[in-house]
Protein backbone atom coordinates (compact mmCIF):
# COMPACT_ATOMS: atom_id res chain seq x y z
CA UNK A 1 0.00 0.00 0.00
CA UNK A 2 1.38 3.49 -0.95
CA UNK A 3 1.07 6.50 1.18
CA UNK A 4 -2.01 7.84 0.86
CA UNK A 5 -3.96 4.59 1.61
CA UNK A 6 -1.75 4.27 4.92
CA UNK A 7 -2.28 7.59 6.07
CA UNK A 8 -5.93 7.67 5.17
CA UNK A 9 -6.24 4.85 7.59
CA UNK A 10 -4.43 5.76 10.44
CA UNK A 11 -6.28 8.81 10.39
CA UNK A 12 -9.35 6.24 10.52
CA UNK A 13 -7.96 4.51 13.76
CA UNK A 14 -7.32 7.97 14.86
CA UNK A 15 -10.78 9.20 14.31
CA UNK A 16 -12.07 6.40 15.55
CA UNK A 17 -10.67 6.39 18.81
CA UNK A 18 -11.43 10.09 19.53
CA UNK A 19 -15.25 9.08 18.28
CA UNK A 20 -15.06 6.38 20.74
CA UNK A 21 -13.68 8.45 23.20
CA UNK A 22 -16.07 10.97 23.34
CA UNK A 23 -19.69 9.88 22.46
CA UNK A 24 -20.37 8.75 25.74
CA UNK A 25 -20.25 12.66 26.35
CA UNK A 26 -23.63 15.05 26.79
CA UNK A 27 -22.06 17.96 26.24
CA UNK A 28 -23.56 19.61 23.51
CA UNK A 29 -20.58 20.86 21.67
CA UNK A 30 -18.82 17.35 21.84
CA UNK A 31 -22.19 15.99 19.89
CA UNK A 32 -21.99 18.10 17.56
CA UNK A 33 -17.86 17.29 17.01
CA UNK A 34 -18.53 13.62 17.03
CA UNK A 35 -20.36 13.27 13.52
CA UNK A 36 -18.41 16.04 12.11
CA UNK A 37 -15.32 14.16 12.82
CA UNK A 38 -17.10 11.30 11.32
CA UNK A 39 -17.65 13.37 8.32
CA UNK A 40 -14.29 14.38 7.77
CA UNK A 41 -13.00 10.80 8.31
CA UNK A 42 -15.53 9.62 5.60
CA UNK A 43 -14.00 12.09 3.52
CA UNK A 44 -9.85 11.44 4.14
CA UNK A 45 -10.79 8.15 3.31
CA UNK A 46 -12.57 8.94 0.41
CA UNK A 47 -9.10 11.03 -0.94
CA UNK A 48 -6.82 8.37 0.13
CA UNK A 49 -8.12 5.43 -1.55
CA UNK A 50 -9.47 7.19 -4.19
CA UNK A 51 -5.91 8.32 -5.29
CA UNK A 52 -3.85 5.49 -3.76
CA UNK A 53 -5.46 3.12 -5.70
CA UNK A 54 -5.71 5.26 -8.75
CA UNK A 55 -9.35 5.20 -9.36
CA UNK A 56 -10.31 6.36 -12.56
CA UNK A 57 -12.58 9.56 -12.30
CA UNK A 58 -14.96 8.93 -14.05
CA UNK A 59 -15.86 6.19 -12.33
CA UNK A 60 -15.38 8.23 -8.52
CA UNK A 61 -13.79 11.72 -8.22
CA UNK A 62 -11.90 12.68 -5.39
CA UNK A 63 -13.14 14.65 -2.84
CA UNK A 64 -10.49 17.43 -4.14
CA UNK A 65 -11.62 17.29 -7.47
CA UNK A 66 -15.19 17.77 -6.23
CA UNK A 67 -14.30 20.91 -4.38
CA UNK A 68 -12.40 22.44 -6.79
CA UNK A 69 -15.22 21.78 -10.20
CA UNK A 70 -18.09 23.25 -6.83
CA UNK A 71 -15.95 26.08 -6.07
CA UNK A 72 -15.70 26.71 -9.60
CA UNK A 73 -19.20 26.54 -10.74
CA UNK A 74 -20.97 28.28 -8.14
CA UNK A 75 -23.22 30.84 -9.85
CA UNK A 76 -24.19 27.60 -12.52
CA UNK A 77 -25.19 25.35 -9.11
CA UNK A 78 -26.74 28.82 -7.60
CA UNK A 79 -29.43 28.84 -10.95
CA UNK A 80 -29.80 25.30 -11.08
CA UNK A 81 -30.81 25.41 -7.03
CA UNK A 82 -32.70 28.08 -7.79
CA UNK A 83 -34.99 26.65 -10.69
CA UNK A 84 -35.14 22.85 -8.81
CA UNK A 85 -36.10 23.94 -4.80
CA UNK A 86 -37.06 27.21 -4.71
CA UNK A 87 -39.49 27.19 -7.99
CA UNK A 88 -40.10 23.40 -8.04
CA UNK A 89 -39.72 21.45 -4.94
CA UNK A 90 -40.73 24.73 -2.61
CA UNK A 91 -43.55 25.67 -4.34
CA UNK A 92 -44.92 22.15 -4.54
CA UNK A 93 -44.18 21.20 -0.86
CA UNK A 94 -46.16 24.06 0.51
CA UNK A 95 -49.12 23.85 -1.60
CA UNK A 96 -48.98 19.64 -1.08
CA UNK A 97 -48.75 20.08 2.60
CA UNK A 98 -50.94 23.20 2.84
CA UNK A 99 -53.83 21.21 0.85
CA UNK A 100 -53.55 17.79 2.73
CA UNK A 101 -53.96 19.19 6.02
CA UNK A 102 -56.87 21.42 4.71
CA UNK A 103 -58.52 17.75 3.56
CA UNK A 104 -57.13 15.80 6.37
CA UNK A 105 -59.52 18.25 8.69
CA UNK A 106 -62.17 17.21 5.99
CA UNK A 107 -61.73 13.77 6.44
CA UNK A 108 -61.96 13.58 10.27
CA UNK A 109 -65.35 15.40 9.37
CA UNK A 110 -66.19 13.26 7.28
CA UNK A 111 -66.42 9.22 8.16
CA UNK A 112 -67.14 8.58 4.43
CA UNK A 113 -64.27 10.49 3.40
CA UNK A 114 -62.11 8.68 5.93
CA UNK A 115 -63.32 4.87 4.47
CA UNK A 116 -63.19 5.98 0.67
CA UNK A 117 -60.49 8.53 0.23
CA UNK A 118 -57.81 7.05 2.65
CA UNK A 119 -57.13 3.42 0.59
CA UNK A 120 -57.37 5.61 -2.60
CA UNK A 121 -54.46 7.90 -1.23
CA UNK A 122 -52.15 4.49 -0.71
CA UNK A 123 -53.14 3.59 -4.24
CA UNK A 124 -51.93 6.63 -5.42
CA UNK A 125 -48.72 6.73 -2.83
CA UNK A 126 -47.74 3.38 -3.93
CA UNK A 127 -46.98 4.75 -7.92
CA UNK A 128 -43.50 4.92 -9.24
CA UNK A 129 -42.68 8.63 -9.33
CA UNK A 130 -40.88 7.57 -12.58
CA UNK A 131 -43.47 6.67 -14.26
CA UNK A 132 -45.42 9.51 -13.04
CA UNK A 133 -43.03 12.20 -13.79
CA UNK A 134 -43.43 11.94 -17.36
CA UNK A 135 -47.33 12.16 -17.46
CA UNK A 136 -46.95 15.51 -15.52
CA UNK A 137 -44.47 16.94 -17.33
CA UNK A 138 -46.55 16.50 -20.61
CA UNK A 139 -49.44 17.80 -18.82
CA UNK A 140 -47.72 21.16 -17.02
CA UNK A 141 -44.75 21.68 -19.37
CA UNK A 142 -41.22 21.67 -18.83
CA UNK A 143 -40.78 24.53 -16.91
CA UNK A 144 -41.08 24.62 -13.16
CA UNK A 145 -44.86 24.18 -12.30
CA UNK A 146 -44.68 20.29 -13.95
CA UNK A 147 -41.95 19.57 -11.01
CA UNK A 148 -44.06 21.24 -8.60
CA UNK A 149 -46.80 19.18 -9.55
CA UNK A 150 -45.01 15.92 -9.23
CA UNK A 151 -43.52 17.28 -5.59
CA UNK A 152 -47.66 18.06 -4.39
CA UNK A 153 -48.18 13.99 -5.75
CA UNK A 154 -45.52 12.60 -3.64
CA UNK A 155 -46.34 14.60 -0.29
CA UNK A 156 -49.91 15.16 -0.30
CA UNK A 157 -50.60 11.58 0.81
CA UNK A 158 -48.05 11.07 3.45
CA UNK A 159 -48.79 14.89 4.60
CA UNK A 160 -52.51 13.93 4.63
CA UNK A 161 -52.21 10.36 6.54
CA UNK A 162 -50.07 11.96 9.14
CA UNK A 163 -52.21 14.98 9.57
CA UNK A 164 -55.16 12.40 9.88
CA UNK A 165 -53.61 10.81 12.67
CA UNK A 166 -52.82 13.33 14.48
CA UNK A 167 -55.71 14.63 14.54
CA UNK A 168 -57.17 11.83 16.35
CA UNK A 169 -54.54 11.96 19.08
CA UNK A 170 -56.74 13.91 21.65
CA UNK A 171 -57.90 11.49 24.42
CA UNK A 172 -61.44 10.79 24.60
CA UNK A 173 -61.85 12.42 27.93
CA UNK A 174 -60.01 15.69 26.76
CA UNK A 175 -63.09 15.84 23.50
CA UNK A 176 -65.85 15.12 26.08
CA UNK A 177 -64.51 18.39 28.50
CA UNK A 178 -64.63 20.67 25.25
CA UNK A 179 -68.21 19.40 24.74
CA UNK A 180 -68.76 20.05 28.42
CA UNK A 181 -67.92 23.49 27.77
CA UNK A 182 -70.20 23.46 25.02
CA UNK A 183 -67.26 24.34 22.68
CA UNK A 184 -68.13 23.76 18.80
CA UNK A 185 -66.06 21.37 16.46
CA UNK A 186 -64.35 24.07 15.15
CA UNK A 187 -63.07 25.90 18.65
CA UNK A 188 -62.17 21.67 19.34
CA UNK A 189 -60.28 21.86 16.27
CA UNK A 190 -58.34 24.82 17.25
CA UNK A 191 -58.03 24.78 20.81
CA UNK A 192 -57.16 21.30 21.15
CA UNK A 193 -56.69 18.88 18.51
CA UNK A 194 -54.78 20.91 16.18
CA UNK A 195 -52.48 21.42 19.08
CA UNK A 196 -52.48 17.76 19.66
CA UNK A 197 -51.52 16.90 16.25
CA UNK A 198 -48.91 19.09 15.68
CA UNK A 199 -46.24 16.64 16.56
CA UNK A 200 -47.74 14.29 13.66
CA UNK A 201 -48.06 17.26 11.50
CA UNK A 202 -44.29 17.98 11.64
CA UNK A 203 -43.61 14.05 11.33
CA UNK A 204 -45.33 14.28 8.34
CA UNK A 205 -43.44 18.09 7.34
CA UNK A 206 -40.10 16.28 8.14
CA UNK A 207 -40.97 13.41 6.00
CA UNK A 208 -41.80 15.54 2.68
CA UNK A 209 -39.02 17.51 2.80
CA UNK A 210 -36.72 14.82 1.31
CA UNK A 211 -39.42 13.51 -0.76
CA UNK A 212 -40.23 17.01 -2.46
CA UNK A 213 -36.35 17.99 -3.10
CA UNK A 214 -35.98 14.08 -4.69
CA UNK A 215 -39.29 14.43 -6.80
CA UNK A 216 -38.18 17.83 -7.92
CA UNK A 217 -34.74 16.17 -8.99
CA UNK A 218 -36.40 13.30 -10.39
CA UNK A 219 -38.84 15.20 -12.51
CA UNK A 220 -36.23 16.83 -13.76
CA UNK A 221 -34.79 13.99 -15.89
CA UNK A 222 -38.19 13.46 -18.14
CA UNK A 223 -38.02 17.40 -19.43
CA UNK A 224 -36.66 20.37 -18.25
CA UNK A 225 -35.10 24.05 -19.28
CA UNK A 226 -31.18 23.93 -19.79
CA UNK A 227 -31.13 24.26 -15.89
CA UNK A 228 -31.89 22.31 -13.30
CA UNK A 229 -30.56 20.01 -10.62
CA UNK A 230 -31.73 17.13 -12.22
CA UNK A 231 -31.26 18.28 -15.68
CA UNK A 232 -27.74 19.18 -14.75
CA UNK A 233 -27.09 15.59 -13.46
CA UNK A 234 -28.23 13.95 -16.56
CA UNK A 235 -26.52 16.42 -18.75
CA UNK A 236 -22.96 15.56 -17.17
CA UNK A 237 -23.50 11.91 -16.61
CA UNK A 238 -23.53 11.88 -20.41
CA UNK A 239 -20.44 14.06 -20.64
CA UNK A 240 -18.48 11.77 -18.46
CA UNK A 241 -17.96 14.50 -15.76
CA UNK A 242 -18.63 13.21 -12.47
CA UNK A 243 -17.07 15.86 -10.64
CA UNK A 244 -19.86 18.17 -11.82
CA UNK A 245 -22.67 15.38 -10.83
CA UNK A 246 -21.09 15.21 -6.94
CA UNK A 247 -21.33 18.87 -6.79
CA UNK A 248 -24.78 18.57 -7.62
CA UNK A 249 -25.47 15.98 -5.12
CA UNK A 250 -23.39 17.66 -2.52
CA UNK A 251 -25.94 21.14 -2.81
CA UNK A 252 -29.09 18.34 -2.87
CA UNK A 253 -27.60 16.93 0.35
CA UNK A 254 -26.65 20.52 1.99
CA UNK A 255 -29.95 21.95 0.95
CA UNK A 256 -31.98 19.06 2.06
CA UNK A 257 -30.37 18.62 5.49
CA UNK A 258 -30.89 22.66 6.04
CA UNK A 259 -34.45 22.34 5.07
CA UNK A 260 -35.25 19.34 7.60
CA UNK A 261 -33.40 21.50 10.22
CA UNK A 262 -35.31 24.78 9.61
CA UNK A 263 -38.84 22.25 9.95
CA UNK A 264 -37.17 20.72 12.97
CA UNK A 265 -36.53 23.80 14.17
CA UNK A 266 -40.03 25.09 13.93
CA UNK A 267 -41.33 21.59 15.40
CA UNK A 268 -39.15 22.28 18.70
CA UNK A 269 -40.86 26.09 18.27
CA UNK A 270 -44.17 25.18 18.13
CA UNK A 271 -43.91 22.14 20.08
CA UNK A 272 -41.84 22.78 23.24
CA UNK A 273 -44.90 21.39 25.21
CA UNK A 274 -44.04 17.68 23.96
CA UNK A 275 -42.51 15.41 26.10
CA UNK A 276 -40.36 14.30 22.67
CA UNK A 277 -39.08 18.14 23.12
CA UNK A 278 -38.18 17.97 26.54
CA UNK A 279 -34.07 17.56 27.31
CA UNK A 280 -32.93 15.02 29.65
Not at 113 to 119: A, F, M, V
Not at 141 to 166: C, R
Amino acid sequence: MNGWVIGSLVFWILAWAVNARLSPSSDRWVRLFVPTLFGITVLVLWEGMVRGFGINPVLLPAPSAIATTFAGEIPTLWTDLVQTFFKGALSGYVIGCGAAVLVAIAVDRSPFLQRGLLPVGNFVAALPIVGMAPILVMWFGFDWHSKAAVVVVMVFFPMLVNTVEGLQASEAMQRDLMRTYAASYWQGLMKLRLPAAMPFIFNGLKICTTLALIGAIVAEFFGSPIKGMGFRISTEVGRLALDMVWSEIAVAAIVGSAFYGAVALAERWVTFWHPSQRRG
